[in-house]
């Protein structure tokens, strides 16, 4: 496939890495000369220097040949104007990144529909949706809903006290009478292990389960942790993305703090939140947070417009005895050292705006796909075709690559769990954990 993108800072670097890994034509167009030599330097991509809104610059980088149009740069206008060219020229999909929330109402005359653009991604909407998820799975680091919600892949950290600790896979395969799971993934100091059954289990390893969400309470008794849903939240910063979950954690049985050092800002975040009680204080004033009781909170959500006050405010209060802290940052390539700092789910909004555009990218067989934060493997949604060939075989007999477990089938809207011996079927879905550089060949597979 023949893709253009706009725009070389974060988003736009981390899409040109990821699916000129798969293996598609990728040109990257940018003002900033010294960004495309970087990215040039370590990717097989082509770039061209110039105003992705300009139609002579489009039609350098090929735009009547592409098939896949994407404006991820800083400025919204460039954006919708470079993909308002792009409908033009006849390209078939287009993805822009805006900021401004208005042009994603159903009433602005600026809409997706009105403009012709498949997909418009705002970074906070898809921060503040990330957030809610996890308050759902608050002793989880990651949860993704698949298969229209009926299969979950969650992962937890072991800690040194956990019932786990000490057991390789074969051991566990034993329980699947008990327990309905896979276990695709591990993730060891930093890097993701497809496991095999003598791996063991060790205390601070992060794995993932494919799970039906119903069973998610006894894979979490399995593990020797319970999730409850949160009965006191603070939240760190009254921008877009503190408001949005406020607003929306306030339809949940919690005790809401909203903290922000504006006092213009904090009148009216009082004027537009009912069950929320808005704090104009320093969210670094141990002093004071102490006083508001962030000792006996469930989970800090440290979402100012500043990384190091969000990671400062996380860590403080983690010391003071919160449970739980999602930290929203701007580099991705944070991520791992915040981990090591005690920090239990750091964010990076540009990653997941960046994952969203991947998840639409990536239809046809591909019914939908999940990056994992903070790792190099991804969950994806296949349907099987009648045609292929290895339909009324199973699992077993089936070439997956090395590097790819399918943890689920969804056959007639009912989802379960695979063995070995599961015969597949035309149009079932399965759900498939494979590591990022496999993926292109698990396309390959099910395209043949």
């Given at each position: 496939m023949?893709?253009?993108?706009?725009?070389?800072?974060?988003?736009?670097?981390?899409?040109?890495?990821?699916?000129?890994?798969?293996?598609?034509?990728?040109?990257?167009?940018?003002?900033d000369l010294e960004k495309l030599?970087?990215?040039?330097?370590?990717?097989?991509?082509?770039?061209?220097?110039?105003?992705?809104?300009?139609?002579?610059?489009?039609?350098?980088?090929?735009?009547?040949?592409?098939?896949?149009?994407?404006?991820?740069?800083?400025?919204?206008?460039?954006?919708?104007?470079?993909?308002?060219?792009?409908?033009?020229?006849?390209?078939?999909?287009?993805?822009?990144r805006v900021r401004n929330e208005e042009y994603l109402s159903a009433s602005s005359p600026l809409n997706s529909s009105r403009l012709g653009?498949?997909?418009?991604?705002?970074?906070?909407?898809?921060?503040?949706?990330?957030?809610?998820?996890?308050?759902?799975?608050?002793?989880?680091?990651?949860?993704?809903e698949l298969?229209?919600?009926?299969?979950?892949?969650?992962?937890?950290?072991?800690?040194?006290?956990?019932?786990?600790?000490?057991?390789?896979?074969?051991?566990?395969?034993?329980?699947?009478?008990?327990?309905?799971?896979?276990?695709?993934?591990?993730?060891?100091?930093?890097?993701?292990?497809?496991?095999?059954?003598?791996?063991?289990?060790?205390?601070?390893?992060?794995?993932?389960?494919i799970v039906r969400r119903n069973d998610i309470p006894k894979i979490e008794e399995l593990i020797g942790v319970k999730s409850q849903a949160p009965k006191k939240v603070f939240i760190i910063g009254g921008g877009h993305v503190g408001y949005n979950v406020a607003k929306a954690l306030e339809e949940r049985d919690c005790e809401l703090f909203l903290i922000d050092e504006d006092p213009k800002r904090c009148e009216r975040l009082v004027e537009k939140l009912d069950k929320t009680i808005v704090l104009n204080i320093d969210g670094l004033d141990g002093h004071e947070l102490r006083s508001e009781g962030i000792d006996t909170c469930d989970v800090v959500i440290a979402v100012t417009d500043e990384d190091t006050t969000n990671i400062l405010a996380s860590l403080l209060a983690k010391h003071l005895g919160a449970k739980k802290c999602i930290?929203?940052?701007?580099?991705?390539?944070?991520?791992p050292l915040l981990g090591k700092l005690g920090i239990d789910v750091p964010l990076s909004a540009r990653l997941v705006a960046a994952n969203m555009i991947l998840r639409f990218?990536?239809?046809?067989?591909?019914?939908?796909?999940?990056?994992?934060?903070?790792?190099?493997?991804?969950?994806?949604?296949?349907?099987?075709?009648?045609?292929?060939?290895?339909?009324e075989r199973p699992l077993k007999d089936i070439p997956f690559p090395k590097g790819a477990n399918v943890g689920a089938i969804v056959r007639n809207g009912e989802a379960e769990i695979p063995t070995g011996q599961t015969v597949i079927r035309p149009k079932d879905k399965l759900i498939v954990f494979t590591l990022k550089e496999v993926a292109p060949k698990l396309e390959r597979l099910f395209a043949s």
């Open positions: 023949r893709i253009l993108i706009v725009g070389a800072g974060a988003v736009g670097g981390h899409l040109c890495g990821q699916l000129s890994l798969e293996g598609h034509d990728v040109t990257l167009i940018d003002t030599r970087k990215i040039e330097n370590d990717l097989n991509i082509m770039t061209i220097q110039g105003n992705g809104a300009s139609a002579e610059i489009l039609e350098e980088a090929g735009i009547k040949k592409a098939d896949l149009f994407i404006a991820v740069t800083n400025i919204d206008e460039v954006n919708l104007i470079a993909c308002i060219l792009a409908k033009e020229y006849g390209v078939a999909r287009k993805v822009a653009i498949d997909l418009l991604i705002n970074p906070d909407t898809a921060m503040s949706e990330e957030i809610l998820k996890i308050c759902s799975h608050l002793e989880a680091f990651e949860a993704v298969a229209k919600g009926d299969i979950t892949l969650i992962g937890y950290e072991i800690r040194p006290e956990s019932p786990m600790c000490g057991i390789n896979l074969m051991d566990l395969r034993d329980l699947k009478g008990l327990y309905d799971f896979v276990v695709p993934a591990i993730v060891r100091q930093d890097k993701t292990i497809v496991p095999r059954g003598e791996d063991e289990i060790r205390p601070g390893d992060k794995i993932y389960f930290t929203r940052i701007s580099r991705p390539d944070f991520i990218v990536r239809r046809g067989t591909i019914l939908s796909a999940a990056t994992l934060l903070g790792s190099n493997a991804e969950v994806l949604e296949f349907v099987v075709s009648s045609m292929w060939p290895y339909v």
